[in-house]
């Protein structure tokens, strides 16, 4: 930023274009800590300054900085990667000889085909009003649930601003969850080669008071571990959320079943395999209202802290899910190298409470940031 507060330069967007209305707007924050403003391209103040043609005008993105310097397209991507280490490495690839190229292309094809893709994928524009397309859809299926109580001191700081812990009977509770991601397609589009993988989570649970007397009931991931890099990659670049990808396999059915037995979601590191497991036990029906597992499975809404210490939200839709009890429930691994230390106590006893669900279809929103600052971290959660 300038001295004054001013800009140092501005991205400038078609306003036009759902997806670049989605998503620009969505990385402002990001972009303003690199001294950027943002506006569309339709600005008549942009139109003047650029002095350019309808068509020309709206034919790339654009950086127009304070100095007068003026970059368009593929430019503009690499300059802002360039400036923000976490994206660092993709500047890289965006600016080595040979994949110089392949990205530029990349980006042309994309920008040409800008508002088909926005259509394609129901991303209209502001002024449309549209209905919330997901971000993510899939099946999430053959889920194993280990839950552990542990001191509520331990999530305090990992509460994200504008949440709250939700106990369950005034307990706080973490779970490592293991499932299978199943025909996985983000914006209603498949992505070869990233259908179906294992993932791993860490997860503790929060509640968002909304005006109105609305209760959400959200879920924080500690960690979350996936067989599929790009995966990971995509879910921090969008959500923050803290993705690692390591080497996984997983024992479950090949399909749907009503008695699915011995589960088993396994990840390398170290030199070691480590995993969690349980055994299916019994006939498996929806989780009563007020229940244990109904407050395990029923919590619809996502949270994640970012970068600049706001808070996402997003919401995942499913229907109730059917639950097995759980035996022989167990959870073999290094405790401090994933989670840190804070959790080695809690984990390394049995679990509280260990579940089987079957999963479902899911549907998970694009993110929105919230307003508001840090209330209290404690409250007591259903009962």
């Known amino acids: 930023m300038a001295d004054d507060g001013a800009p140092c330069g501005w991205v400038l967007y078609d306003d036009a274009c759902g997806v670049c209305a989605r998503w ?31 068509d020309a005008l709206l034919s790339d993105i654009r950086l127009l900085l304070a100095d007068g310097t003026h ?22 690839v965006a600016a080595a000889p040979g994949l110089r190229n392949v990205f530029d292309v ?100 929060v509640r968002r008071e909304m005006p109105g007397g609305e209760t959400r009931h959200g879920v924080v991931f500690v960690r979350e571990l996936v067989s599929r890099p790009a995966v990971a990659l995509l879910a921090r670049l969008a959500y923050n959320e803290p993705y690692r990808a390591l080497r996984m396999r997983s024992v479950t059915p090949a399909r749907e079943s009503e008695a699915p037995g011995r ?32 407050f395990i499975t029923q919590h619809h809404w996502g949270y994640t802290r970012q970068r600049d210490g706001s808070s996402v939200e997003y919401e995942v839709e499913h229907p109730p899910w059917r639950t097995w009890d759980a035996g022989d429930a167990t959870l073999t691994m290094d405790v401090a190298r994933l989670y840190g230390e804070a959790f080695v106590t809690s984990l390394a006893r049995a679990p509280v409470s260990a579940l089987v669900a079957e999963g479902s279809a899911v549907s998970v929103s694009p993110p929105r940031r919230l307003d508001g600052t840090r209330t209290s971290p404690v409250r007591a959660g259903a009962s």
């Open 24 to 54: 620009v707007p969505y990385w402002a924050p990001t972009l303003a800590r690199l001294g950027l403003g943002i506006a569309p391209l339709q600005t008549p103040w942009v139109r003047a300054r650029l002095e350019l043609g309808p």
């Open 71 to 92: 970059l368009a397209g593929a430019e503009v991507y690499r300059y802002v990667m360039q400036r923000l280490w976490w994206a660092y490495p993709l500047y890289l």
């Open 106 to 205: 990349a980006y042309r094809a994309f920008a040409d085909h800008r508002r088909q893709i926005s259509a394609v994928c129901r991303l209209e524009t502001p002024t449309a009003a549209p209905a919330q397309r997901p971000f993510l859809t899939a099946e999430w299926r053959h889920l194993v649930i280990l839950n552990y109580e542990v001191d509520p001191d331990i999530l305090t700081s990992l509460v994200p601003v504008g949440t709250t812990l939700d106990l369950w009977r005034g307990r706080a509770l973490v779970s490592v969850v293991g499932f299978r991601f199943f025909d996985t397609r983000l914006f209603g589009l498949p992505i070869p080669g990233h259908r179906d993988f294992d993932e791993v989570n860490l997860r503790f649970y």
């Open 263 to 294: 589960l088993a979601y396994e990840w390398r590191i170290g030199g070691a395999w480590e995993g969690l497991e349980a055994t299916a036990r019994g006939v498996p029906t929806v989780p009563a209202p007020g229940s244990e597992a109904a």
